[in-house]
């Protein structure tokens, strides 16, 4: 395992690679949630260099161990600064003739942004629990929101209106949500960690979702990528839960616009199946790797 920084614009993406880049099996780059998320909700993917492949974590610019830019705006804030970071990091790890990338909710709307560039060396695509429009994931929020009990709806609204959704009380009503629809087992310390490095710089996601999953109101608010799918011309595995926030309606369109997919929903899984139903998920993404290096 060895971590460093690729230069980016001026700032630094830190990257770890468990495994060796230089093995027989292509690597998987792995691009976390959020926008704002860390790699280490993730952690558990590093486990597939036991199967012979390298796999390489970063945190995306403005997150965890990268440079923070706590002081830019919405304007800097891009979906296009984040594909230009990712065929950065690749370049700089010398791996654009042949690799996998794997993209946890927005971090598989960025590995589809990156597959519709037509990159000569992706070999497939696993996109994880993710949205293909932001419209469709609001509608399937505010059907699961309206499910939530009566009190903690109206503790949500209540904050949302009033601008308070800093508050502790704010905090704990999106637990309940969370906690049926983000991860539905005790959050091992991976996660904490993450929920920790957005607390304290939450710059990305205030600016590009909001303040919680389920009340958007960034800059990503409008984005969809349905128009686009038909040019992903890689293998496609679509993975989500039976109780995600990445509802089946949200996650369909996937499946309709890309040519070669095939989709998996893990019975018992909400929004983080490589952590609700570990050795099941890495055992479906092992196995799709194996059929596409």
């Known amino acids: 395992m060895n971590e460093g920084y690729a230069d980016f614009r001026g700032h630094r993406t830190w990257y770890r690679v468990t495994g060796k880049l230089g093995a027989d099996k292509a ?9 704002g998320c860390t790699h280490d909700y993730l952690d ?3 486990e597939l260099a036991g199967t012979g492949r390298a796999v390489v974590h970063y945190d995306q610019l403005g997150n965890g161990r990268s440079t923070h830019l706590r002081d830019r705006g919405a304007g800097f804030w891009t979906v296009e600064l984040f594909v230009e970071e990712l ?4 370049a700089h ?9 794997l993209g946890q909710s927005w971090g598989g709307m960025l590995g589809a942004e990156h597959a519709v560039t037509g990159p000569a ?3 497939s695509l696993v996109i994880a629990d993710s949205p293909a429009s932001m419209e469709l994931w609001l509608a399937a929020a505010g059907e699961l929101r309206a499910r939530l009990p009566a009190d903690v709806q109206a503790t949500l609204l209540r904050h ?7 508050s502790e009380e704010y905090t704990r009503a999106t637990r309940v949500f969370y906690d049926r629809h983000v991860c539905r087992v005790p959050w091992p310390e991976e996660v904490a960690r993450t929920f920790a490095a957005m607390d304290e710089d939450p710059t990305v996601y205030h600016t590009m979702n909001g303040p919680s999953e389920f009340h958007v109101v960034g800059t990503l608010k409008d984005w969809t990528i349905i128009d686009r799918l038909d040019r992903v011309a890689v293998p496609t595995l679509l993975i989500s839960g039976k109780y995600d926030e990445a509802t089946p309606e949200v996650v369909r369109p996937y499946a309709d616009g890309i040519a070669d997919v095939r989709w998996q929903i893990f019975e018992h899984s909400s929004h983080m199946p490589h952590v609700e139903e570990k050795d099941a998920c890495l055992k479906a993404v ?5 059929q596409h290096d």
């Not at 065929?87 to 690749?90: D, K």
């Not at 949302?160 to 800093?166: D, H, L, N, R, V």
């Not at 092992?286 to 194996?290: I, N, R």
């Open 44 to 46: 558990s993917l590093a």
């Open 87 to 90: 065929a950065n990091l690749i």
């Open 27 to 35: 690597p998987l780059v792995v691009l976390h949630g959020g926008p």
């Open 286 to 290: 092992a196995a799709f790797l194996d």
């Open 121 to 123: 060396g992706l070999r």
């Open 160 to 166: 949302e209106e009033a601008g308070t959704t800093g």
């Open 93 to 101: 790890l010398g791996i654009g003739d042949r690799y996998h990338v």
